[in-house]
Protein backbone atom coordinates (compact mmCIF):
# COMPACT_ATOMS: atom_id res chain seq x y z
CA UNK A 1 0.00 0.00 0.00
CA UNK A 2 1.26 3.45 -0.69
CA UNK A 3 0.50 6.89 0.33
CA UNK A 4 -0.20 9.01 -2.20
CA UNK A 5 1.93 12.76 -1.51
CA UNK A 6 -1.13 14.76 -1.22
CA UNK A 7 -1.61 12.67 2.16
CA UNK A 8 1.48 13.32 3.17
CA UNK A 9 1.73 17.27 2.68
CA UNK A 10 -2.03 17.11 4.39
CA UNK A 11 -0.19 16.30 7.11
CA UNK A 12 2.43 18.67 7.42
CA UNK A 13 0.18 21.81 6.78
CA UNK A 14 0.55 23.35 10.13
CA UNK A 15 4.16 22.28 10.37
CA UNK A 16 5.94 25.71 12.23
CA UNK A 17 2.83 27.79 11.73
CA UNK A 18 1.94 30.58 14.52
CA UNK A 19 -1.64 29.95 14.84
CA UNK A 20 -3.90 32.59 17.66
CA UNK A 21 -6.37 30.24 19.20
CA UNK A 22 -9.10 32.45 20.37
CA UNK A 23 -11.08 31.10 23.16
CA UNK A 24 -14.29 32.42 23.97
CA UNK A 25 -16.92 32.34 26.74
CA UNK A 26 -19.14 29.47 25.58
CA UNK A 27 -19.37 25.75 26.95
CA UNK A 28 -17.44 24.55 24.30
CA UNK A 29 -13.93 26.24 25.34
CA UNK A 30 -13.57 22.33 26.78
CA UNK A 31 -12.69 21.62 23.27
CA UNK A 32 -10.34 23.90 22.47
CA UNK A 33 -7.96 22.46 24.78
CA UNK A 34 -7.81 18.99 22.46
CA UNK A 35 -7.86 21.50 19.38
CA UNK A 36 -4.83 23.45 20.82
CA UNK A 37 -3.30 19.67 21.88
CA UNK A 38 -3.64 18.37 17.94
CA UNK A 39 -2.14 21.82 16.64
CA UNK A 40 1.08 21.08 18.58
CA UNK A 41 1.23 17.43 18.12
CA UNK A 42 0.96 18.42 14.32
CA UNK A 43 4.00 21.66 14.57
CA UNK A 44 1.84 24.18 14.78
CA UNK A 45 3.07 26.84 17.54
CA UNK A 46 -0.09 27.96 19.27
CA UNK A 47 -0.63 30.63 21.31
CA UNK A 48 -3.61 31.06 23.20
CA UNK A 49 -5.68 34.65 23.76
CA UNK A 50 -8.40 33.68 26.71
CA UNK A 51 -11.62 36.12 26.96
CA UNK A 52 -12.57 36.86 30.58
CA UNK A 53 -16.01 34.90 29.51
CA UNK A 54 -13.71 31.61 28.38
CA UNK A 55 -12.12 32.09 31.65
CA UNK A 56 -14.94 31.32 33.40
CA UNK A 57 -15.20 27.60 31.77
CA UNK A 58 -11.47 27.14 30.87
CA UNK A 59 -8.12 28.35 32.92
CA UNK A 60 -5.05 29.70 31.53
CA UNK A 61 -3.03 26.53 32.95
CA UNK A 62 -4.78 23.76 31.03
CA UNK A 63 -3.56 26.18 27.75
CA UNK A 64 -0.16 27.05 29.18
CA UNK A 65 0.60 23.48 29.95
CA UNK A 66 0.30 21.95 26.46
CA UNK A 67 1.03 25.05 24.33
CA UNK A 68 4.58 25.77 26.49
CA UNK A 69 3.68 29.52 25.96
CA UNK A 70 2.10 31.96 28.61
CA UNK A 71 -1.55 32.18 27.65
CA UNK A 72 -2.64 36.22 26.85
CA UNK A 73 -5.82 36.75 28.97
CA UNK A 74 -5.42 40.78 29.24
CA UNK A 75 -5.22 44.40 28.03
CA UNK A 76 -3.04 45.23 29.60
CA UNK A 77 0.01 42.28 30.93
CA UNK A 78 2.70 42.53 32.87
CA UNK A 79 5.18 42.14 30.25
CA UNK A 80 6.32 45.86 28.90
CA UNK A 81 7.30 44.96 25.38
CA UNK A 82 3.66 43.47 25.05
CA UNK A 83 1.78 45.80 26.39
CA UNK A 84 2.03 49.10 24.63
CA UNK A 85 0.80 47.25 21.31
CA UNK A 86 -0.44 43.88 22.50
CA UNK A 87 -2.76 43.55 19.31
CA UNK A 88 0.05 44.08 16.95
CA UNK A 89 2.76 42.03 18.78
CA UNK A 90 0.85 38.94 18.73
CA UNK A 91 -0.65 39.22 15.09
CA UNK A 92 3.09 40.49 13.94
CA UNK A 93 3.89 36.80 11.99
CA UNK A 94 1.12 34.98 12.74
CA UNK A 95 -0.48 32.62 10.23
CA UNK A 96 -4.24 32.55 10.97
CA UNK A 97 -6.14 33.58 13.72
CA UNK A 98 -8.52 30.82 14.82
CA UNK A 99 -11.40 31.65 16.86
CA UNK A 100 -12.93 28.35 18.67
CA UNK A 101 -15.34 29.01 20.27
CA UNK A 102 -17.13 31.64 18.46
CA UNK A 103 -19.86 33.29 20.92
CA UNK A 104 -22.07 35.48 19.03
CA UNK A 105 -20.83 38.31 21.25
CA UNK A 106 -17.01 38.11 19.44
CA UNK A 107 -18.88 37.30 15.97
CA UNK A 108 -20.95 40.64 16.59
CA UNK A 109 -17.93 42.75 17.81
CA UNK A 110 -15.74 41.71 14.92
CA UNK A 111 -18.35 42.76 12.34
CA UNK A 112 -18.90 45.88 14.54
CA UNK A 113 -15.26 46.50 15.17
CA UNK A 114 -15.82 46.78 18.83
CA UNK A 115 -12.56 46.09 20.31
CA UNK A 116 -12.51 45.77 24.21
CA UNK A 117 -10.31 42.72 24.82
CA UNK A 118 -7.36 41.06 23.58
CA UNK A 119 -9.49 39.52 20.95
CA UNK A 120 -11.59 41.68 19.48
CA UNK A 121 -8.41 43.75 19.15
CA UNK A 122 -6.35 41.39 17.55
CA UNK A 123 -8.76 40.47 15.13
CA UNK A 124 -9.61 44.14 14.41
CA UNK A 125 -5.47 44.89 14.19
CA UNK A 126 -5.52 44.09 10.14
CA UNK A 127 -2.91 41.07 10.89
CA UNK A 128 -3.40 37.41 9.23
CA UNK A 129 -7.05 35.91 8.21
CA UNK A 130 -9.28 34.27 10.91
CA UNK A 131 -11.27 31.21 11.19
CA UNK A 132 -14.01 31.31 12.98
CA UNK A 133 -16.04 28.40 14.30
CA UNK A 134 -19.45 29.53 16.39
CA UNK A 135 -20.32 27.90 19.34
CA UNK A 136 -24.21 26.39 18.99
CA UNK A 137 -26.74 25.17 21.46
CA UNK A 138 -28.23 22.10 19.89
CA UNK A 139 -30.57 21.72 22.77
Known amino acids: MTISSSFV???DVFQ???????????????????LASRLVKRGAKVKVVLTKAGRQFITPLAFSSITLDEVCSSMFPESPPLAAHLHLSLARGADLILVYPATANII???????????????????????????AKDTS
Open 16 to 34: DKKILLGVTGSVAAYKAVG
Open 9 to 11: SQE
Open 108 to 134: AKMAHGLADDPLSTLTLAGGPPWVIAP
